[in-house]
């Protein structure tokens, strides 16, 4: 989460803005201290326009079509 977050050049408080959550709640997401909630999940997927698997780990693919 945080390669891709960073690489949109995207602070946790945006993103925390984005899935109307706390920064501090983003980034016990992003640490693994915390699972992500499958809404959230959903939204990130849709935002970076990514796989779940990708977002993840379990893929290296960025998108399901490859």
Known sequence: MRELRED???T???LA???GT???MYARYERGAN???????IK???FYHV???YLLGLSKHR???K
């Open 22 to 24: 706390s920064q501090t």
């Open 17 to 19: 803005d984005y899935l």
């Open 51 to 53: 796989s779940a698997d």
């Open 63 to 65: 998108n399901s079509k």
């Open 35 to 41: 699972e992500l909630p499958i809404r959230h999940l």
């Open 8 to 10: 949109n050049d995207k």
């Open 12 to 14: 946790q408080q945006e």
């Open 44 to 46: 990130l997927c849709k």
